[in-house]
């Protein structure tokens, strides 16, 4: 029985750098951003400035991450996770870069993880730096909210949720415990710069790569974009799994229009 394309192509190389976004964890019951031609379904999301010059603009994300938490903290890794934790197991990934930050590589028992967006599990000062779990946080959050809580709303991609019509001139948002600065996801929010060191780390990767796999991608995000852009530039293979238009389209070698998992199948 022949070998279907992208089973083929996976076959042929021993050190796949894979690139992975939201579409690798809709299955898991986190909505995505944007639709099958890479425009966005709902409101952007919050911006780095906003965030951190208005008192306001952090309530209104506090008080809808306090609802959104509870599920999203929730998710678990979907059979796309557990296949490319496989293909990590065989010894053909030389790394995984996810725009994702559920964790969800992780938690299928995939080792080599960059987060190039960060990590929404994790609540960072701006101020002194420390970090907090986001479990611990949510705890503070609901003691300062008590009211809040038995509020329910539709979940919202990256643990938001569609809380609207609220007033959230009422909600606390606890400070920094060691120096009252303000507490932020250690995430990268639209409108902030991915850290140096981690885009040198996943380029020094890429380099010692001998294809490209994206899955769950349209790459409208440069951050994502200019790791396809090297392996262009370089002449690596380039296959992607996404269910509609991407931003590498022309720089394609393969494109694979299925759900991510039942585009992996095979590697289960």
């Not at 890479?38 to 409101?43: A, E, P």
């Not at 008192?55 to 903290?73: E, K, M, N, P, V």
């Not at 990590?88 to 995939?110: F, I, K, P, W, Y």
Request: charged share 25%.
């Amino acid at each position: 029985m022949a070998k279907r394309p992208l089973e083929d192509f996976v076959g042929r190389y021993l050190r796949l750098f894979v690139l992975t976004g939201a579409g690798c964890s809709t299955n898991s019951g986190i909505p995505d951003y944007r639709d099958s031609q890479g425009n966005w379904k709902r409101t952007q999301p919050v911006k780095y400035q906003a965030f951190m010059s208005d008192a306001r603009t952090r309530q209104r994300y506090w008080a809808r991450s306090l609802i959104g938490w509870r599920r999203f903290g929730q998710a678990e890794p979907n059979d796309a996770h557990h296949a490319l934790a496989r293909l990590e197991a065989n010894g053909q990934c030389e790394m995984l870069l996810t725009q994702n930050v559920d964790r969800l590589h992780q938690s299928a028992g995939h080792r080599q993880v960059i987060d190039l967006h960060g990590r929404l599990d994790l609540v960072r000062c701006m101020g002194c730096g420390e970090k907090t779990p986001r479990d611990a946080f949510q705890r503070s959050l609901g003691r300062a909210n008590a009211a809040w809580l038995a509020l329910d709303a539709a979940d919202a991609p990256d643990g938001d949720a569609d809380l609207e019509h609220e007033d959230f001139s009422s909600f606390n948002v606890p400070a920094c415990q060691s120096c009252g600065g303000i507490l932020k996801p250690d995430v990268v929010f639209f409108g902030e710069s991915v850290p140096r060191e981690v885009v040198a780390s996943a380029q020094e990767h890429l380099e010692q790569a001998d294809a490209m796999l994206i899955v769950g991608s349209s790459l409208m995000v440069y951050s994502g974009f200019r790791f396809v852009q090297m392996a262009a530039r370089k002449n690596i293979p380039i296959a992607a799994v996404n269910l509609g238009r991407t931003r590498a389209d022309d720089l394609l070698t393969l494109k694979v229009e299925e759900r991510c998992e039942a585009a992996l199948a095979f590697l289960l």
